[in-house]
């Protein structure tokens, strides 16, 4: 069994290369979305949407990952497109080796978050 820090890494791997198999592999069917220019329910949704974000990612540099339980905080740099890097924490919940939740902040002045 995939401990949580594990399930996390395959989840920014696969988010990263946009890499919708790799992130079916990992999201809960009832996996939930919440990020400050998007939200997403269920894992077709969140598939979707995941896919279009890795699409813009350029780099991304985790910094610190924190796994507690079932929880896992990953702070990155994440850049997109030729942009500066963004400091980016995200959180996850893992279920067994499945992702429930996924929450993201960032400063989203200057993209669609306005």
Do not use: Y
């Not at 995939?2 to 989840?11: G, H, K, L, N, P």
């Not at 896919?51 to 850049?79: C, F, H, P, Y």
């Not at 497109?81 to 963004?86: H, I, T």
């Amino acid at each position: 069994m995939a401990s949580t820090e594990q399930v996390a890494e395959r989840f920014h791997a696969a988010l990263t290369a946009a890499d919708a198999d790799g992130l079916q592999e990992v999201l809960a069917d009832e996996v939930t979305f919440e990020g400050p220019v998007a939200t997403a329910s269920g894992v077709a949704e969140c598939v979707a949407g995941l896919v279009e974000m890795g699409k813009m990612i350029s780099g991304d540099q985790v910094e610190v990952r924190l796994a507690d339980g079932g929880n896992v905080l990953t702070w990155s740099t994440v850049r997109a497109g030729g942009g500066p890097g963004r400091p980016t924490v995200t959180w996850l919940r893992v279920d067994g080796e499945r992702i429930t939740a996924i929450r993201t902040v960032f400063d989203a002045r200057g993209t669609d978050g306005r």
